[in-house]
């Protein structure tokens, strides 16, 4: 069977556009191009509450994305929840005192880790644990805080 | 009574004894599959008459979804004060549901009913005998070029239709509506996950392209030979087709995405 140039151009054409397409898709749509090529590495922090924080959160310094919540566990013994964050190889200068807090995105938004450089010489590696960390607030929980000290002010006037 | 009770045996008898033969056929296409791999201008013409006569197609329709998605994304985020989040209305729902889905059953009802009524009247005409008495087996020269042939297109006509739609969303969302365009590109980017939706999606895309194409292949091989019955495989070729996108769709899903 001959086959005409017509049908195997268009043929290529259409295998092309389609590739063209996936790429588009890998690269321009979902978050593929943010982790290519660099490698990341680890560290942990222990928190008293997570809240909503989620396996994939980001992770901020400066309002700058640095790397992405990886694991989130439970301690058994501590009773405290430890997360693992993946940062970016590139961003390696980040000194041994740093803190960690977990933030709301807007009033309503999702929770990110937000990390606060300290002044220490030395830097974070693989494996590190952060030891200053702030849990996330919980509405509920402020909520609570706020009626109890309403209730205890008018008690004692 | 009695009588209904042997409806009953019948039909559930049909049911069964036409997903045995849908069986027995695809492991005989499996086996054929050799044939095209041999020969692969077998399956070029087929990817022309199957994937690229379908492009356009694909090509507008995922235009007009993506744009439609971005008008009545727009119209209901505003209420909201989420403009912004547009990008991920746009992309998630395209990558993950309707891209797979709507390409899907535009393939079944453009390439899956062609197939269905070329085979039908191949076997009508009695060309298929006749390849058997020239020993030439029709399953591999016929039945398998296209049916790889649909495989293959259905995730690439896919990623077209999920790109153009995002494009198109983009072109509604920041060219028309005035969104930000660097909220519309990071905010997609940082939600959806390589993995856990493109992936997927093609993933999705790979198992309806299997599934329409053996639909369409296996109604045109097993029609009755005549003009109706030919026009019965037809149609149902396209409606069991579409039962089984949706269907399907709503069990990868839920495997998929159940416990994210």
């Known amino acids: 069977m001959q086959q005409s140039k017509t049908v195997v151009t268009m043929v290529g054409l259409f295998v092309t556009a389609g590739l063209i397409a996936l ?23 222990r928190f008293d509450n997570v809240g909503g924080l989620k396996v994939r959160s980001p992770v901020s310094v400066a309002g700058v994305r640095v790397g992405r919540v990886k694991t989130i566990t439970f301690d058994k013994k501590a009773y405290v929840a430890i997360v693992d964050m993946s940062i970016e190889s590139r961003y390696d200068t980040l000194p041994t005192d740093t803190s960690a807090s977990i933030f709301t ?12 450089p300290g002044g220490d010489e030395e830097f974070l590696g693989e494996g590190d644990t952060l030891e200053l960390t702030q849990s996330a607030l919980v509405l509920e929980e402020m909520i609570g805080k706020f009626l109890f000290k309403k209730a205890e002010g008018s008690a004692n006037n | 009574m009695f009588e209904n009770l042997q409806y009953v045996g019948r039909t559930t008898l049909q049911v069964f004894e036409n997903l045995g033969r849908g069986s027995i056929f695809l492991i005989r296409i499996l086996i054929g599959l050799w044939e095209p791999i041999k020969r692969p201008s077998l399956l070029i013409q087929q990817l022309y008459s199957v994937g690229v006569l379908s492009f356009l197609l694909i090509l507008v329709s995922g235009l007009f979804v993506g744009m439609v998605l971005g008008l009545q994304g727009y119209y209901i985020l505003s209420d909201f004060g989420a403009e912004q989040t547009l990008g991920v209305m746009v992309a998630a729902s395209l990558v993950r549901e309707l891209g797979p889905v709507v390409s899907a059953l535009l393939f079944a009802g453009r390439a899956g009913s062609s197939l269905t009524a070329e085979i039908g009247l191949m076997k009508a005409t009695e060309q298929l005998s006749g390849m058997e008495m020239m020993a030439v087996d029709p399953i591999g020269r016929i039945i398998a070029p296209r049916f790889l042939a649909g495989f293959l297109s259905m995730p690439l006509l896919t990623a077209i239709f999920s790109m153009i739609g995002v494009l198109g969303g983009y072109f509604v969302g920041v060219g028309l509506l005035g969104i930000d365009e660097g909220a519309f590109w990071s905010q997609m980017q940082t939600t959806l996950d390589f993995w856990d939706d493109i992936v997927n999606g093609v993933i ?6 299997f599934v329409v194409t053996w639909i369409a292949v296996f109604q045109g091989y097993d029609a009755i030979p005549t003009a109706e019955g030919v026009s019965r495989a037809t149609t149902r070729s396209v409606v069991y087709s579409a039962f089984a996108i949706l269907g399907l769709d709503f069990v990868l899903t839920a495997l998929m995405f159940g416990d994210a």
């Open chain 1, 23 to 45: 790429f588009f898709l890998a690269m321009q749509v979902s978050n593929l191009s943010s982790f290519q090529g660099n490698g990341s590495y680890i560290i942990k922090a």
């Open chain 1, 105 to 116: 995105s807007g009033l309503l938004g999702e929770q990110y880790i937000g990390l606060e």
């Open chain 2, 204 to 209: 999705k895309s790979l198992v309806f392209g």
